[in-house]
Structure formats: C-alpha cells, structure tokens
C-alpha cells in the first residue's frame, strides 16, 4: 500500500508515512523477539536448573526417608 501511494502524487506523504509506520512496526517486533530471548535466557533457564535441581534433592530426601522408616519399621518387627 505504501509503494503504490508514494507513485502517486497526490498521496506520496500518505505513502512514506505508511513506510515510516512499517518500520516502526518491525523494529518493535525485533525488539520484543530480542526481550523474548533474553527472558528466556535469564530467567526461565535459571528457573528450569532449580527446579531440577530441587527435584533431585527431593527425591533423594524421599529415599532418605524411606530407608529410615522401613529400618524402624523392622527394628519394631523384631521387638
């Protein structure tokens, strides 16, 4: 639409606004895909390794635990 009303005479303003308008409109988007990035990098990868992080420690807690309450529950057996 912006090439064929900076042809024309009459509506050539018309016609670079609407560039000037498109490249605007570009340059924002690369902006909020590079925001995108960088809050994917700095925080949900961060987030991610804590939670895996968490989660192992979790799971061995649990093993932990169990080891601890079936050696209780056969010492109480033997009783």
């Given at each position: ?75 109480l057996d033997k009783c």
């Amino acid at each position: 639409m912006g090439e064929l009303a900076s042809e024309s005479q009459g509506s050539k303003e018309l016609g670079d606004v609407l560039f000037q308008m498109a490249e605007v409109h570009r340059q924002i988007q690369n902006q909020l895909e590079e925001m995108l990035k960088s809050f994917h990098n700095e925080l949900l990868t961060q987030l991610e390794q804590k939670v895996e992080l968490d989660s192992r420690y979790l799971s061995a807690a649990l093993k932990k635990y169990q080891t601890e309450q079936r050696s209780k529950g056969d010492a109480l057996d033997k009783c």
